[in-house]
């Protein structure tokens, strides 16, 4: 039976308390591993969660793999909390001492005065996976790393991440024609925002949940991203057309360190460190390159494909010709530059994206206007007591469900928590909230369909889960479908509690 994305949040929370447990702190004690001495843990901020980042992941696990336990990673999600700059606090939190490790992508290091990494994601220039494991390989990565200590940060190593391609909303973005006008996200980058403006269009850095409301109204046409992430956000609905054969630049990290927290720890615990980061590294593009199934996937939820024809992308590399003239007035990155072009041309370019049949096309616009579940849906303020007997009903523990009421949106809740999801055009979306505080972040989002026996079945990246649903005026409620061949309920108590075990009225 597979985890609910329901679940997700929660369980990312017991990852981290179980880290933290008999932490001494991140800057002081416990510095001798091993011996039956307390483990040491380092707080590592990131500006997403480990779900969306398979490599940072496998850093984390091969750490406690190889000191033992004795050297944990405490994970700190969202830092930033979706701001433009919040890659840079994450940088900045490195720097001063707030976190001892941090995670962030190597375009935003010249908006911070570095420009020694941003070869890395010159337009369209890096365009394959096994160009970007080259890179990795070469000498390339470590000559780059020497310029951080300019921003008070040790960089540990240089991670490949997933390529990222344009995706829009009313159409592909396929040649020059297309860009020419349209507003563009793209994280913050000064390369990347001079990119986009070298292809005619206007480039904006929102993400999360900005992304979202730019999107939906119409005040954004486009944005880059992995297929990894693309599939996670259930970006779909709302932006079906992805270009395949087009490659902007790949997502390389940089795993990064507090230099004065490296000097406290031993030399063992910084070889553990140091080891991690490199075997992370050399299987960094292997851990996302699994494009073609999340193509098929993405392609059942609504997603369409279009290849750019080889006019189109000669067309898109002359526009960029301003780029690179721009880039290469510096010496340091003209030579990288030189270099990843001389591995670009002896590494095999590797197969194409396999678009599925029936991929292609016109994107389907939803369910419809007869879709007796459009619109959103609250239940009442639920107390902490209401809440535990839900959950323990559900099928878990008392303690498990007062641990669920009091960080229900990974705050602290004292008083009541209200559930609302949205339903519209085929994509849903669940918010739980406490205390009154705005439901700005989904706990899980995903398509849905009605069936026509009295049945919505709703779908996210993890898993598809059948409720029958039951409306009498403007009371909804939702039952628990078992479809397990062992009559097992596919329901968590999670998410039977956040979905099944109330009432919702609707409010819009």
Same mark, same amino acid.
């Given at each position: ?346 590494? %095999?370019? @590797? #197969?194409? !994206?396999?678009? $599925?049949? =029936?991929? /292609?096309?016109? *994107? &389907? ?119 397990? %061949?062992? @009559? #097992?309920? !596919?329901?968590? $108590?999670? =998410?039977? /509690?956040?979905? *099944? &075990? ?7």
């Amino acid at each position: 039976m597979r985890t609910h994305g329901w679940l997700r949040p929660f369980a990312l929370l017991g990852v981290v308390a179980i880290v933290a447990a008999g932490c001494t702190g991140s800057s002081a004690g416990g510095d001798k591993a091993g011996g039956g001495g307390e483990p040491v843990v380092l707080r590592m901020a990131m500006n997403s969660g480990l779900g969306s980042t398979p490599v940072i992941q496998y850093f984390v696990g091969r750490i406690h793999e190889l000191s033992g336990g004795d050297l944990r990673i405490e994970v700190v999600n969202s830092w930033g909390n979706f701001s433009p700059d919040a890659e840079q606090q994450v940088v900045r939190a490195v720097s001063t001492g707030k976190a001892d490790l941090g995670w962030a992508e190597t375009r935003l290091f010249d908006t911070m005065g570095d420009t020694s990494l941003q070869a890395l994601t010159a337009p369209m220039l890096i365009d394959s996976y096994p160009l970007e494991q080259a890179v990795i390989a070469s000498e390339v990565p470590g000559q780059m790393l020497e310029g951080l200590g300019k921003l008070g940060v040790s960089g540990l190593a240089i991670l490949g991440d997933g390529l990222h391609k344009p995706i829009a909303v009313e159409r592909p973005l396929i040649g020059l024609a297309d860009w020419k006008g349209i507003t563009f996200r793209s994280f913050r980058s000064q390369g990347q925002a001079e990119a986009i403006q070298a292809l005619g269009a206007q480039p904006t850095d929102v993400f999360g949940p900005s992304l979202d409301e730019g999107l939906d109204k119409g005040e954004i046409q486009g944005f880059d991203k992995n297929l990894l992430d693309y599939q996670i956000n259930i970006m779909e609905p709302r932006a079906p057309y992805v270009t395949a054969n087009v490659n902007l630049w790949p997502g390389m990290d940089v795993l990064l360190a507090n230099p004065g927290r490296l000097t406290r720890l031993t030399d063992e615990q910084r070889g553990w460190l140091r080891r991690a980061a490199a075997d992370a590294a050399a299987r960094s593009t292997g851990l996302v390159d699994e494009e073609d199934q999340i193509v098929a996937t993405v392609c059942r939820a609504g997603a369409r494909f279009a290849n750019a024809s080889r006019a189109d992308l000669t067309a898109l590399r002359q526009a960029f010709g301003l780029v690179y003239s721009s880039l290469e007035q510096n010496p340091q990155t003209k030579s990288f530059i030189a270099r990843i072009k001389e591995l670009k041309e002896s590494t %095999p370019s @590797g #197969a194409p !994206l396999a678009i $599925p049949a =029936g991929c /292609t096309g016109s *994107a &389907s616009k939803g369910q419809g206007t007869n879709d007796p579940l459009t619109g959103t849906w609250q239940t009442a303020k639920l107390t902490e007591s209401q809440m535990v007997r839900a959950f323990v009903a559900a099928g878990g523990s008392e303690k498990d469900g007062h641990a669920t009421f009091s960080r229900i949106d990974d705050q602290e809740t004292k008083h009541y928590v209200v559930v609302t999801l949205t339903f519209q055009d085929g994509a849903w979306a669940e918010y739980a909230t406490g205390d009154g505080r705005p439901a700005t972040v989904p706990g899980s989002r995903g398509t849905y369909e009605i069936g026509d026996d009295g049945t919505v079945t709703l779908d996210e990246p993890c898993c598809t889960t059948t409720f029958r649903y039951d409306l009498s005026g403007d009371t909804l409620r939702l039952h628990g479908v078992k479809l397990d %061949p062992t @009559g #097992a309920t !596919l329901l968590d $108590p999670t =998410g039977a /509690t956040l979905f *099944a &075990s109330f009432p919702f009225t609707r409010s819009g």
